[in-house]
């Protein structure tokens, strides 16, 4: 059962979308990499986030890294549990 790029199917998509960041950080065996890019081909839904996350993780890397200002960093530690 092939997907289309209107009706890809919600359980391989989940998984594909499970393992999507250790494919984007190259962490993933030759085989579950063959398997996210065949099912990219086939699932436009897909491949629209994969190229998303491809460019969001672009842009993030070019960003200049900012120290936190101090009273933000009060303010965080009040309200985030530890």
Same mark, same amino acid.
């Not at 289309?4 to 250790?22: E, Q």
């Not at 081909?41 to 969001?56: A, D, H, P, V």
């Given at each position: !059962?092939?997907?289309?790029g209107?009706k890809? *199917?919600?359980?391989k998509? *989940?998984a ?7 494919y984007?950080?190259?962490?993933l ?9 065949? =099912? !990219?081909?086939?699932?436009? /839904?897909?491949k629209?986030? *994969?190229? !998303?996350?491809?460019r969001?993780?672009?842009?993030? /890397? ?6 936190v200002?101090e =009273?933000?960093?009060? /303010? *965080? ?6």
């Amino acid at each position: !059962m092939k997907s289309t790029g209107n009706k890809p *199917l919600p359980g391989k998509c *989940l998984a594909v979308f499970k393992k999507i960041s250790l494919y984007l950080d190259g962490e993933l065996e030759s085989q579950s990499c063959r398997e996210i890019r065949k =099912h !990219m081909e086939e699932c436009s /839904r897909c491949k629209t986030c *994969l190229t !998303m996350l491809q460019r969001t993780l672009e842009i993030c /890397r070019h960003l200049t890294p900012h120290e936190v200002p101090e =009273h933000v960093q009060k /303010r *965080l530690h009040q309200i985030v549990p530890s």
